[in-house]
């Protein structure tokens, strides 16, 4: 039994959930508001002491952190391989998780998606001036993933990799607000990935509800 613990509207859980779909692994997604006030109920600190979404349990096994959840994903159960071989690509992959996990998630998610469509979606003010001081390190970030990605289909080549799963939820909330659609017109690599990824069927089975 695998249950992953998490909001749909949670980029690292689409992550997660990316790739046991990829992967072909039944599992139920347990609903866990990380945002609720008053933080996420007691009782999932004790899967997740941080608080963060999202974590997953098979059986009597729980595990957080959500590239740990990816490469357990990939190694426990029958399916398409989800990491490449050869270690150079290998080197690729584990590079683009961390480049996401450290750079990309609070400049492209917080500094730019949340202020200019989430918090304009409820009618709150974006705060200009942090999406003003993001687009900078904007750059970076798409520039460093542009000069890695390969020509395709998927990031690291022929293979439907890790790298296609953590990396499509960020993005695709990234190019929803127009500074970050403009960005990704410059990384024609990166946007003909995202094109061509969105209309996988994990990745339409993974969408938030009402989005
Ligand atoms: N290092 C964690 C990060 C997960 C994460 O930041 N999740 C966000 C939602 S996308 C969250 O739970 N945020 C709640 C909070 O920061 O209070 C992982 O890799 O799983």
Redesign the pocket.
């Known amino acids: 039994m695998i249950e992953l613990y998490g909001a749909d509207y ?4 689409r992550s997660a959930r990316l790739a046991l779909l990829e992967k072909g692994v039944a599992h139920e997604l347990r609903p866990i508001d ?2 609720a006030s008053g ?1 996420p109920p007691a009782s999932y600190l004790e899967l997740q002491p ?5 974590a997953l349990t098979h059986d009597d096994f729980t595990l ?4 740990a ?1 990816l490469r357990y994903v990939d190694e426990a159960f029958d399916g398409p391989p989800l990491q490449p071989s050869a270690p150079r690509a290998r080197a690729r992959m584990t590079q683009f998780l961390s480049i996401l ?1 450290n750079y990309a ?1 609070k400049t492209l998610v917080w500094d730019i998606y949340v202020e200019r469509v989430s918090k304009t979606r409820e009618g709150a003010p974006a705060d200009e001036v942090k999406i003003a001081s993001a687009l900078g390190p904007a750059r970076t970030i798409i520039g460093a993933l542009e000069a890695i990605a390969a020509d395709g289909p998927f990031l690291l080549g022929d293979q439907l990799t890790l790298t296609d799963c953590h990396a499509a939820p960020m993005l695709a909330l990234f190019e929803k607000a127009d500074e970050g659609a403009l960005l990704l017109r410059s990384a024609p690599r990166l946007s003909a990935w995202l094109q061509t990824f969105r209309d996988r069927n994990s990745f339409k089975q993974s969408a938030p509800a009402g989005h």
């Open positions: 949670s980029v690292y859980v990380a945002f933080g941080f608080g963060k979404i999202p957080y952190e959500t590239a959840i996990d998630y």
